[in-house]
């Protein structure tokens, strides 16, 4: 049999953010005989939860289904802060004794495997002091996230150098900034700039969200009334489960009729805007998007926090593009100048696949992004290895929980039938490959070719769909065509001797 050393663990999960102590729970509950372990990069866990402390940072994900399956949102606010979101993956961590398995300030770097000991070895460095280590197991679930972690993406602005005030990417928020009576522009129209324009504009002289072109922007309430009423009449895990279910729902209702009604969608958001800033706003300017509705993640504005801030004029939005920095703020290519104090430049996520990790397989680099993705779990070629990657359309955690539990269930199997290695081979000619992403955001867009592909037709491609994902994930047979298992080393070599 293969030799394990000190590090070796039956699961290897690389990240402790949001995806990768669910994936630890997951594993507890439904595989209670395997070891694990979790790389984490940081010194603490949590990741985007924990990394991003701007102003106002929180979900655009409602927290019935951005909160894991197995643990109830219990808070009466649905659309969450970053801090309470965090302290919900600690609880979850801790009341799971997930924290004693994690291995902090390693940042896996590669990742090696070998057919004939059936293992992964996965090299890290520690973060603080270079030094590298090496962990080897069976199975490796990458919950790394789709984006660097170093730092945020800026485009190469003209006369930068020029700006004599601050300029901040959201990513690496300075703890003791201080805005209060500043002249604030952000740059940019995400959901980042919309939570940071009305926080910020709570205590600065004024903040400008400097767009090119609008987003979509729905106002909810912050708190699930349907939820709060439940909570009266039945036990939380109920109330949990039934609120979970509406909010998928209501979902994906608002995603279907956008993708088939476009044009009513359109109407609708842009009707409830102007009932929110009044006539005199120009909604067809600002507020109206040249795509269609779900071509890009909608922004969520809870509580009409941002529509607030520019009624009352706390904050305004200037559709326009930037010519140059100055030493005082930013020309625009209508020949405006905004003044500024303050920059924040809320431009995107740098997007990497597989938390930037070198894969090889038997000696061999493997190139990820020429990879097809099989039931967006596992890689084509690549054996013993899953990556959660979430929705684009609906909360990351649906189809997160989704993906753990299907590693479960083809760990188990695996075990009952004595198989140590699984490999997806994409053997289908009548398949063509899609990128993995269909959302048509600049930062998305930049970053195609970084990622794995998926296929035209199952179980290779995609469909956005919780639902369907359920049916196929949760509920379908392990076993399947595409799907190649081994056997473990010992039955091998009882098959050799048996054959000599």
Known sequence: MANHGSNYVDVLIIGAGLSGIGAACHLQT??????????EGRSSIGGTWDLFRYPGIRSDSDMYTLGYKFKPWRDAKAIADGPAILSYIRETAAEYGVEKKIRFNQKAVKASWSSQTAQWTVESRHSETGEMSLYTCNFLIMCSGY????????PDFPGVAQFQGKIIHPQKWPEDLDYRGKRVVVIGSGATA????PAMAETAAHVTMLQRSPTYMVSLPSSDIVANTLRRLFPESVVYTLTRLKNTLFGMLIYQLSQRRPELVK???????????????????????????????????????????LREKRASIVTDQIESFTPTGLKLKSGEHLDADLIVTATGLELVALGGISVAVDGNTVPTNQCVTYKGAMLTGVPNLSFVFGYTNASWTLKADLLSAYVCRLLNYMDKHGYRQVTAHLKDSSVTDMPLLDLTSGYVQRALERFPRQGSKLPWRLYQNYFFDTLMIRFG???????EFKPTEQTTQVAEVATA
Not at 30 to 39: D, R
Request: overall charge negative; proline content about 8%.
């Open 194 to 197: 919309v939570t940071l324009v």
């Open 30 to 39: 439904e595989c209670p005989s395997k070891s694990y372990a979790i790389l």
């Open 267 to 309: 109407r609708i958001i842009k009707d409830r805007v102007r009932k929110e800033l009044g006539p005199d706003f120009d909604v067809d300017r600002h507020f109206t998007p040249p795509y269609n509705p779900w071509d890009q993640r909608m922004c969520l504005v809870p509580d009409s926090d941002m529509f607030v801030a």
């Open 477 to 483: 047979a392990i076993q399947d065509d595409a799907l």
């Open 147 to 154: 984006y660097s972690y170093d730092a945020g993406y800026t």
